[in-house]
């Protein structure tokens, strides 16, 4: 990138706390000074505030592990992002990058190598210090193919991993293949590793066994706000305050200021609502629109409600676009003729009333959409994908002209007088969707077309559309932790993991599939904003023509908290609640 996170955090230098102390010890024969460096303190723009109490946290679900290197479900990042920290962080307010345990970083003017120059006299929750070792152990472990760390992807660039050199004890290179066009935004979430305390596990090839749910707190450190004192099964995770934190408010009170994170788990939104309702849970997340309207409707003075707007939640629908010519799955390959044709697409597209879907799903907390960058996101959405609204009759002549047509009893038929009708599959467990479903299937059945919705358990089918590819169409959610389309490299390429719609490729791609694999490839490689944005916008355009997936509906961040809690600012980017966790402090209570 042209500008570097160097160059920012030099405009912010005032803000930094950096002082070295010098330790003189006499001696007989004269004098030996010895140096050591002092804590070089973040210093947060948030309002200072005083320590004290507890904050209890409604959850749904527990977490799997407190291991960086194997958790991939949310739940397990959430907590892990309490307790380590990343050499940059994004912020998920402002959606920026910021200096985290990297003070600075230099830039190569070619975009490729990033010099990282670490804050000093930092300390693991255990009170070991941190240094370069640490850099260059945690990169050699997520790298590593044996280890098999979701973060490898995010490290090869090119086909190639990442370059780590040690330059100093406080300064580590970076150097890749290409330029990379997310720039220092690859760092965030790659959590740093005490390599004291992981190096032998590792060694002997039992790392990924290694910090599950019942490790003992005294093996287990880490860089974030946190360190971890007590799991209770079924019930909660309790975190306290890590004395070494590197961060401090301008008053020079050491972050954080709570004493304890609690993480109760309830098992389901509603008992989530309930603890909330009697005063047992402090802060609430991920609220539907029917429970946020009903607390809002209770007008209690002792809590605040927040809607913080689109998240960069999209919900689509697909179709099932897959090779089945080695499946047995002769009932949906017949239909994938229809799903194929665009013009069939563009016709569900046009007959989905999503200004009812926003509506009646999620009483007006929530936003329709035709992209799959929601109004979420403040730096990549293109001004080119317009709104479609609902056109019945857009949708009829769409049809009419790749063949279809309607009989006697108003159903839509192929040429071949064949009935047009599928299943939609979605999760059970999201209350949500199965209404959105119910709205899809009445819209179709305007066009003649009867839709049968199929509710799964999430692992099943998860399984049915990256394995047996035994579904006709599919309704499904992403979220993701950042906005930039370096995270969407995962889903657009031919062959990308999160491909659903055509994990088994056809062959030849079409052109449209072709220009979009060059878009992507290309923004990655460019190290100037601009020209990634214009990459990444005509990406946005041939998605939103071709509709590989069917964009419907952007949800709202809806949260909820204890009055008396200060500095809670919930976020469009996961984690919603708890990124700025450490700021987190109690004030009056009502």
């Known amino acids: ?92 307010y402002s959606q920026q990058t910021e200096p985290a345990l990297a003070r600075s970083v230099d830039v190569s003017s070619d975009g490729r190598r990033y010099v990282v120059h670490l804050r000093q006299g930092v300390k693991f929750s255990d009170g070991y210090p941190f240094s370069a070792e640490d850099v260059l152990f945690t990169f050699q472990v997520y790298l590593d193919p044996k280890v098999d760390a979701p973060q490898r992807d995010l490290l090869t660039i090119a086909g190639k991993p990442v370059l780590v050199r040690k330059v100093d004890s406080d300064t580590v290179l970076f150097e890749f293949a290409q330029p990379y066009g997310p720039g220092e935004r690859v760092f965030d979430s790659v959590y740093i590793l005490p390599r004291h305390l992981l190096l032998r596990p590792y060694t002997e090839g039992k790392l990924n066994d290694s910090w599950d749910l019942k490790v003992a707190p005294a093996a287990i450190a880490g860089l974030g706000p946190f360190r971890f004192r007590e799991y209770v099964p079924g019930q909660r995770l309790v975190l306290e305050r890590n004395p070494y934190y590197w961060k401090q408010d301008a008053r020079g009170q050491r972050l954080p200021y709570v004493n304890k994170v609690i993480l109760e ?59 089945l010519s080695t499946k047995n799955l002769r009932h949906i390959e017949s239909k994938q003729a229809w799903f194929r044709d665009v ?14 879907i926003v509506r009646l799903v999620y009483a007006g907390r929530a936003t329709a959409i035709w992209s799959q960058v929601t109004p979420g996101s403040k730096l990549w959405r293109s001004a080119n994908v317009v709104s479609s609204p609902r056109s ?23 040429s071949s007088g064949r009935p047009v ?39 099943t089918m998860l399984s049915r559309i990256t394995t047996t590819l035994d579904y006709d169409a599919c309704l499904i959610g992403l979220a993701t932790g950042d906005a930039d389309p370096g995270s969407e490299m995962s889903l657009w390429p ?17 052109l449209w599939q072709i ?43 809806l949260a909820g908290s204890k009055a008396g809690l200060r500095n809670f600012k919930p976020a469009v980017l996961l984690p919603y609640v708890l990124w700025n966790a450490d700021e987190l402090f109690w004030g009056a209570r009502q």
């Open 1 to 92: 990138m042209n500008s570097s996170l160097a160059h920012r955090v030099s405009a912010k230098a005032p803000v930094k706390l950096f002082l070295r102390l010098s330790v003189v010890v006499f001696l007989a024969l004269g004098c030996v000074v010895y140096r050591v460096p002092a804590e070089e303190y973040l210093v947060t723009s948030a309002a200072p505030g005083k320590y004290g109490g507890d904050l209890v946290v409604a959850e749904r679900s527990e977490p799997k592990t407190l291991n960086p290197v194997m958790a991939v479900e949310n739940v397990s990042r959430e907590v892990i992002g309490l307790l380590m920290a990343d050499l940059i962080h994004i912020n998920r």
């Open 265 to 323: 788990y309830t098992g389901s939104e509603d008992a989530e609502v309930l603890r909330f309702e009697n005063g047992g849970a402090d802060v609430v997340s991920r609220l539907s629109a029917r429970n946020f309207d009903a607390l809002a409707q209770r007008r209690n003075p002792s809590e605040i409600l927040i809607d913080a707007g689109p998240s960069l939640e999209y919900n689509f629908l697909f179709f099932n676009l897959n090779d």
């Open 343 to 356: 013009r069939f697409r563009q016709a569900i597209s046009s007959a989905i009333d999503r200004e009812a």
């Open 392 to 414: 019945v009759g857009k949708a009829r002549t769409l049809l009419a002209s790749a063949g279809f047509s309607w009989n006697q009893a108003h159903k839509l038929i192929d």
């Open 421 to 459: 009708e599928f299943s939609i599959i979605t999760p059970v467990n999201n209350s949500e969707r199965v209404q959105m479903l119910t709205v899809i299937q009445q819209d179709l059945e305007e066009i003649g077309i009867d839709v049968h919705i199929v509710t799964l358990e999430l692992r």
């Open 494 to 510: 031919s062959g990308a993991s999160a491909h659903f719609w055509e994990v088994r490729p056809t062959a030849p791609p079409p």
């Open 515 to 557: 220009e979009i694999d060059r878009l992507m490839t290309a923004q990655m490689s460019s190290n100037d904003p601009r020209e990634r944005k214009r990459l990444y916008d005509r990406v946005q355009e041939l998605v939103a023509v071709n509709l590989p997936i069917i964009p419907v509906v952007s949800p709202d961040v």
